[in-house]
């Protein structure tokens, strides 16, 4: 189970890049400042500057939190060590500390590259507030992630990007200065965006003359990104299982139809 498979380098990311996240400029603005950095970290370090180690990516469900990371790695050239938070709750003690230790290690080895931690809530809640009397699991992870934070010297070029859709209850620590402390807020989609989402998605599937992303965005408020890119590929199963060669209007707003009444629990706009 020690291998088990929380945690794992990518590669710098099938070339996934900004152009890949639509919407979102601020967001895209905020962490395309650290592409410079990560390119050549050198130049900044001889500088004496201080560059951020802890980015907070804060937003609801599907907004595209882990594709920014990914976009980040992309268009830096550099690698992707992805950990998802979650699952360290269901593990050992002691085992998620030393998971994180491990790949801490391995990243400052591997610097310049991009660490990202997501659903950083499920392990940095308020501490304190378990049965298990400050030793549990979920803490000790916590305490690790927190020193390996503060381990940095400086001059490692090393980015620490944590996603989570719940900044209230993070343990404050985790945004002192030094770890955390910079903040990047994605939101839901506005109709211009979701415009923008559709056709990212749609770039590789062909559509009938009748179909108007414009107003297939008007028709979906609420819809995040991975609802929307849900939206265009059951839209193309359903063609596909019509025997059409491109996706029809009808193929859209049947499927939004029945997102909308089948899974509208998922939908970010209900949380
Ligand atoms: P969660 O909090 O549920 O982990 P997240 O914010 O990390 O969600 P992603 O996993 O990045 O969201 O999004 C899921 C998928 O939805 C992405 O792989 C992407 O295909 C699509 N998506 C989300 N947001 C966008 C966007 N702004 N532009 C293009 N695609 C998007």
Redesign the pocket.
């Known amino acids: 189970f020690l291998s088990g498979g929380s945690q794992s380098e990518e590669k710098p990311m099938a070339q996934v890049t900004f152009d ?5 400029e601020n967001a895209k603005r905020e962490v395309a400042e650290l592409v410079e950095y990560l390119r050549n970290p050198d130049k900044y370090t001889a500088l004496g500057a201080e560059v951020p180690h802890g980015v907070l990516l804060m ?10 990371a990914r976009a980040l790695a992309g268009e830096s050239g550099v690698p992707f060590f992805h950990i998802s938070a979650s699952e360290f709750i269901e593990v050992f003690v002691g085992v998620g500390a030393s998971r994180v230790r491990k790949m801490f290690a391995e990243a400052k080895k591997r610097a310049p590259c991009i660490i990202f931690i ?2 950083l809530d499920s392990v940095g809640r308020v501490r304190g507030a378990g049965l298990g009397g400050g030793h549990d699991e979920r803490e000790q992870t916590l305490n690790q992630i927190l020193a390996e934070m503060d381990g940095f010297s400086g001059h490692e070029a090393v980015i620490v990007l944590a ?1 989570t ?1 719940r900044p209230d209850v993070l343990d404050p620590a985790l945004l002192r200065p030094g770890r955390f402390d910079r903040h990047v807020t ?1 939101e839901l ?1 506005d109709l211009d ?1 979701r415009e923008q ?1 559709l056709k ?2 749609a770039r590789r599937v062909p559509l009938s003359a009748d179909v108007d992303m414009h107003a297939i965005a008007a028709g979906t408020p609420g819809f ?3 609802d ?2 849900n939206l265009v590929n059951e839209a193309a199963m359903a063609a596909a299982r019509d025997g059409k060669r491109a996706v029809d209007k009808r193929h859209f707003d049947d499927m939004r139809d029945r997102i909308l009444m089948g899974t509208v629990r998922t939908l970010a706009i209900h949380k």
């Open positions: 890949d996240v639509a919407g979102q937003g609801p469900p599907g907004t595209g939190k882990t594709l920014l997501d659903e996603a859709n994605l989609p965006a989402i990212v998605h995040s990104g991975a929307l890119k």
